[in-house]
């Protein structure tokens, strides 16, 4: 008797859970065995810094009748520059050769090319981190190098960026959390862990032309170069597991 009652019992059971509409079933793995797809959220955090270095490619560019004229005049030039650079607190670790060329340079005016002579081009790619110092040693730079100086490449940067970076994922993950929590409650779902996370962290800094701070130079006793502030920006991609 009590047998036929326990049956009877798990039948009625079986029946309401098969005709409740009321009753939604979240599995956390597909008819396939794979992880549910869940929650796919994005968030974006951005923080605002000061630029703590400048990068800038700083050389000469010669035209001289024969390559070993150009080699060697280019040769003087680059190493008064560096000289210049290092005078003026550059640490030789932020000097780094960035591009070297020859080639001969022809003037294509009248019915047959005429060569002029041999264009060599140096640059070093110098890392500036006394940025109160910046528009001074760019100058020691310019005038070392003379006529032939050329300033190439001006980038601002925020190198020791660990705690701005950690502010934008903590302000990305705030927006990715509650916009996921706001679906899943339109939903009427329970929202569960992360289960997948994705990041990238981009910079935000408007451009810097050297030809711009030269003009604002003339009256000035050293060139102009304000950093400004620059957006370290984190943007994730988070899948959150339903129930």
């Known amino acids: ?51 703590d ?21 280019a040769a003087g030039l680059a190493t008064a520059i560096i000289d210049a650079l ?10 780094q050769t960035a591009n070297y060329t020859i080639y001969p340079e022809y003037d294509w005016s009248g019915e047959q090319q005429r060569l002029l002579g041999y264009r060599l081009n140096n640059e070093v790619r110098v890392k500036i981190r006394n940025m109160d110092n910046a ?4 100058d020691a730079a310019t005038t070392a190098g ?7 490449n001006l980038a601002f940067s925020i190198e020791d960026n660990a705690e701005l970076l950690q502010m934008a994922r903590t302000a990305a993950w705030a927006d990715a959390e509650g916009k996921a929590r706001q679906l899943a409650q339109l939903a009427g779902l329970e929202l569960g862990a992360a289960i997948s ?5 981009s910079y935000d800094t408007p451009p810097i ?35």
């Open 146 to 152: 003379g006529d032939a100086t050329v300033v190439n």
């Open 86 to 95: 290092k005078a003026n607190g550059v640490a030789e670790e932020d000097i």
């Open 197 to 201: 996370i994705t990041e990238s962290i």
């Open 53 to 73: 270095t400048l990068t800038v490619s700083l050389g000469v560019s010669v035209l001289r009748p024969t390559v070993d004229r150009a080699t060697g005049d």
């Open 135 to 138: 528009g001074a040693i760019i």
């Open 1 to 51: 008797m009590r047998k036929l009652l326990a049956l009877v019992a798990a039948g009625a059971l079986l029946l309401a859970a098969c005709g409740s509409g009321e009753q939604t079933l979240v599995s956390p793995a597909g008819a396939d065995g794979n992880a549910a797809s869940g929650i796919n959220v994005s968030g974006q955090g951005k923080v605002t810094g000061k630029p």
């Open 209 to 243: 032309y050297y030809e711009r701070a030269m003009a604002a130079m003339e009256d000035a006793a050293a060139t102009p170069i304000e950093s400004g502030t620059q957006d370290v920006i984190v943007n994730i991609q988070v899948t959150f597991r339903i129930g």
